[in-house]
């Protein structure tokens, strides 16, 4: 009796209804819309009052450059233009608004795309956890607002000023589409033409193309005999074909056909060649701001240039994580939670140990953690590099600010005691930087504890348009 009694309690604390009123009214369209417009109101009210000057500027002098020159001779101009062409479109639609927009204009893309980015981020949630963990907490709601009200996401954002919230929600939008609903081509072509738009603005939202292409294996090869392996490969083209046509036309607007934009992205990916560009990281640990390959003193580690040994590093780890995600799968985990958890642990081990990180970077990998903020190992590990990220950031902001004389958040003697001076190796910065590789390691190492994550691998069956069973398909929600 005692033993059906606590199961009885434990049935009723499951219910929606047993939990705070308030918290569940977040989940019906009008907390939701509330929710929403909260965070919509906190960034309006942010935007005009600060802002990294440098980036701003540039982008204000950029913005003038579009309306007097236009989009094909932008980059015959000369000067600093080292942002690829499709970053460079948001700024035509504002030259649209205004030829010299104000920090709320230049912001307004961001501020909108952080709005986007918590409704993805919240629908990936209820998709990939389980139904009783839907039933318990309003997970939507509950998600939307972790992304909306982190302070990491307002801050580069809205304080900031950059754009790194619209790659990261094109990324979570193919996310959505490939891992998530039923299966079909026009979904996966769907999703890789939202991956080349992301790509094609931040080249740093590549990070997440293994799992897709692996997720692509599982559906067309994993498993196929030897004669269903050309017609495989064929329907992995058809999906992927698509998304590089659009990346090979970006640049026309502006005049690079693709071999000239694939010029443009080896040198923006060349511009600082340096150990650490102010990132919070591996190297940061080691020595900011040394050459990684070329140039004078440059650093090796065991006889290797920095830039190999971190290509070597992030290689072996993104072989260490599939392989992992691959035998949970194999083992009847949940296929969509698995990759999505593969996607964020390779986003954070690229930060964590390529060279030339900016400070920013960390961002994809705080975008692809917020949906598994449902579980609590991953709750944990979204709030410490949140919390990391914006110590990150106001190191940066500070320095370059004060050297415009601007709003530069310089608190004494709060900022002594957190990062030492403005100097690059400081014992402070180096700590911070100790403690991101330490989290980023603990994360590759405790994500796939599937028997710590089984609250959230029961799903309702998935229907399907392939007539071939894949492994695992029957345990992916709808």
Known sequence: MRRAGEMSLTHTLAQPGSRPELLWRLETPVGLATIFALGFVIRVILAPRFGFHGDLRLFQVWTGELVSAGTHHFYAQGGVQDYPPADLYVLWLTSKISATPGY????????????????????????????????????????????????????????????????????????????????????????????????????????????????????????????????????????????????????????????????????????????????????????????????????????????????????????????????????????????????????????????????????????????????????????ILSALFVINLWYPYAYFNSQWHVEDLHFQPLFGWIFGDFTNDTWQKKVWSVAVTLVTLGVAWLSFRWSELSTGLEQRPMSTARTTPVSGLNRLRP
């Open 104 to 383: 709320v204009l230049l912001k307004l893309p961001t501020i909108l795309a952080d709005l986007a980015l918590a409704w993805i981020a919240g629908t990936l949630a209820v998709r990939i956890a389980s139904r009783s963990l839907n039933e318990r907490w309003p997970v939507r709601a509950l998600v939307a607002a972790g992304v909306l009200f982190n302070p990491a996401v307002l801050a580069v954002g809205a304080v900031w000023g950059q754009t790194d919230a619209v790659p990261a929600a094109f990324v979570l939008g193919s996310l959505l589409l490939l891992f998530t609903g039923p299966r079909s081509l026009r979904r996966e072509v769907a999703a890789f033409l939202l991956f080349a738009v992301a790509a094609s603005m931040k080249p740093q939202s590549s990070f997440v193309l293994p799992v897709m292409l692996y997720a692509l294996y599982r559906r067309y090869l994993h498993g196929r005999s030897r004669p269903e392996l050309f017609d495989g490969a064929l329907g992995i083209a058809a999906a992927c074909l698509p998304a590089v046509v659009v990346w090979s036309v970006s640049g026309l607007p502006f005049g690079l056909g693709p071999i000239a934009l694939f010029r443009f992205y080896r040198h923006w990916g060349s511009f600082y060649p340096v150990t650490s560009a102010n990132a919070f990281n591996f190297w940061g640990a080691i020595a900011f701001w040394r050459n990684d390959s070329t140039g004078d003193n440059v650093l090796h580690i065991a006889g290797i240039s920095a830039l190999h040994f971190g290509y070597l590093i992030v290689v072996a780890g993104i072989v260490y994580v599939m392989w992992r995600a691959h035998r949970a799968i194999e083992r009847g985990a949940n296929e969509a939670l698995a990759l999505t958890v593969a996607s964020a642990t390779i986003s954070l081990l690229a930060f964590t140990f390529l060279t030339r990180m900016h400070e920013r970077y960390m961002f994809l990998a705080l975008a692809t953690l917020a949906p598994l903020v449902v579980l609590r190992s991953f709750r944990y590990a979204y709030a």
